[in-house]
């Protein structure tokens, strides 16, 4: 029995800082015919979608930076992107700046959304590991502010059942962490999508920069093959506002193989038919968590005297 999701993960571009939402959302409109056009279920676009990543600069005035932020989804500039898709019968990933009401005060989350072929939301996730700093650093070439700009995520790592099977959600740096492949791995998750914006250099750790895209891929194949599940990550890339992200979009199957990936890091799709039973084959055996785990061990952290150094 095969149940077979195809997924189109939609990589953009450069978005300049000025680039008006209609023109970003008419690029991600055209990768959406062309993902329909090779039968995609799905199509996923990147963290933080509709605008440059602004938390590369340090901003001051708040009305600045909210007007990166949506203050409703859909809104205006994005409905079109929820008409087309119930037009053409296919579902999306879309990564935004989220602007809220709740708990009586305005809250800001870097977010993703899945909306399925009805055009409803059947998941929502906030960004949980926010990378960088809080204040400004006028020592860096460009910042990395989320900490300053977006709250933790408070939702957790939910999964949903959609598209014929368990759905979930990460947002960039997540990818980096274990916990957020194993959190849903144990709640059965068979495909998590995730968009990223990841500059090639990283100014705390230069000596990673030749490293960047092998980590990319290392902690998308690891977390797909430690849990079972298939990985779709997907890139704004290219020269963004002066600053070189990566691209290396691409989809990643339960073995920890990878399946498809883009070449250039413009606008471009990468498709691949995505048979969801093909996570039995890990959960069932190597990873079967019910048969192997040990949880009651992983909380021994046990000081031994003497063979561990006191800390200096
Ligand atoms: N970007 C980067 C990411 O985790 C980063 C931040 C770059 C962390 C390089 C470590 C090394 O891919 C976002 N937006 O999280």
């Known amino acids: 029995m095969s149940r077979i999701v195809t997924v189109g993960a939609a990589q953009l571009g450069p978005i300049a800082r000025d680039e008006p939402r209609a023109s970003v959302v008419s690029r991600m409109l055209a990768l959406m015919q062309q993902a329909k056009g090779h039968g995609c279920d799905i199509?996923?676009?990147?963290?933080?979608?509709?605008?440059?990543?602004?938390?590369?600069?340090h901003?001051?005035?708040?009305?600045?930076?909210?007007?990166?932020?949506?203050?409703?989804?859909?809104?205006?500039?994005?409905?079109?992107?929820?008409?087309?898709?119930?037009?053409?019968?296919?579902?999306?990933?879309?990564?935004y700046a989220e602007l809220a009401q709740e708990d009586g005060r305005t809250r800001r989350f870097n977010t993703s959304i899945l909306v399925d072929k009805t055009g409803r939301i059947a998941l929502k996730y906030r960004k949980v590991h926010?990378?960088?700093?809080?204040?400004?650093?006028?020592?860096?070439?460009?910042?990395?502010?989320?900490?300053?700009?977006?709250?933790?995520?408070?939702?957790?790592?939910?999964?949903a059942r959609a598209f014929g099977g368990i759905m979930g959600m990460c947002i960039c740096n997540d990818r980096?962490?274990?916990?957020?492949?194993?959190?849903?791995?144990?709640?059965?998750?068979?495909?998590?999508?995730l968009g990223y914006n990841t500059p090639l250099h990283n100014p705390p750790a230069p000596e990673h920069d030749a490293l960047s895209n092998f980590h990319n891929q290392l902690s998308m194949q690891a977390g797909a093959y430690q849990n079972g599940t298939w990985v779709v990550g997907v890139a704004k890339a290219g020269n963004e506002e002066g600053v070189l992200h990566i691209g290396?979009?691409?989809?990643?199957?339960?073995?920890?193989?990878t399946v498809a990936m883009c070449t250039t890091?413009?606008?471009?799709?990468?498709?691949?038919?995505?048979?969801?039973?093909?996570?039995?084959?890990?959960?069932?055996?190597?990873?079967?968590?019910?048969?192997?785990?040990?949880?009651?061990?992983?909380?021994?952290?046990?000081?031994?005297?003497?063979?561990?150094?006191p800390p200096e």
């Open 176 to 193: 980096r962490w274990p916990e957020t492949y194993r959190v849903m791995g144990l709640q059965g998750v068979e495909m998590i999508l």
């Open 43 to 57: 199509v996923a676009y990147p963290e933080l979608a509709l605008t440059t990543f602004f938390p590369r600069w």
């Open 248 to 257: 290396q979009t691409q989809i990643i199957a339960p073995s920890g193989e």
């Open 265 to 309: 890091l413009g606008d471009e799709l990468c498709v691949a038919r995505c048979d969801l039973d093909l996570t039995k084959s890990y959960k069932s055996t190597t990873f079967n968590f019910a048969v192997h785990r040990q949880p009651q061990a992983y909380g021994l952290i046990v000081e031994r005297k003497g063979a561990i150094p």
């Open 59 to 95: 901003f001051t005035e708040q009305g600045q930076i909210d007007a990166f932020f949506e203050k409703e989804m859909p809104s205006a500039e994005t409905e079109p992107l929820f008409a087309e898709a119930k037009r053409l019968d296919i579902g999306f990933m879309l990564g």
């Open 130 to 159: 926010l990378p960088g700093h809080a204040d400004h650093q006028p020592w860096r070439p460009f910042q990395h502010l989320e900490k300053a700009y977006f709250e933790v995520g408070n939702l957790g790592f939910p999964v």
